[in-house]
């Protein structure tokens, strides 16, 4: 869930190129989007509700399990 990672802080000091799993997410949601609509998506509106999500707790889905 954390946007700066260990992972990231190691990569960008050995200059390592980095890309975080957001936007590895969003890369996916574009491709889709684009397959089954044909058209653009609104790439900045789309990023900030990523952004947005990841700053929330994350709450159970209906009919999932709740941790005992």
């Given at each position: 869930?954390?946007?700066?990672?260990?992972?990231?802080r190691l990569?960008?000091?050995r200059?390592?190129?980095?890309?975080?799993?957001?936007?590895?997410f969003?890369?996916q949601?574009v491709?889709?989007?684009?397959f089954?609509?044909?058209?653009?998506?609104?790439?900045?509106?789309l990023?900030a509700?990523?952004?947005?999500?990841?700053?929330r707790?994350?709450?159970?889905l209906?009919?999932?399990?709740q941790k005992?």
């Amino acid at each position: 869930r954390p946007l700066d990672t260990k992972l990231g802080r190691l990569a960008a000091e050995r200059g390592a190129k980095f890309i975080p799993g957001v936007n590895w997410f969003l890369l996916q949601a574009v491709r889709q989007f684009r397959f089954f609509t044909g058209s653009e998506p609104p790439l900045p509106p789309l990023r900030a509700a990523a952004l947005d999500a990841l700053k929330r707790e994350p709450k159970p889905l209906p009919g999932m399990l709740q941790k005992l």
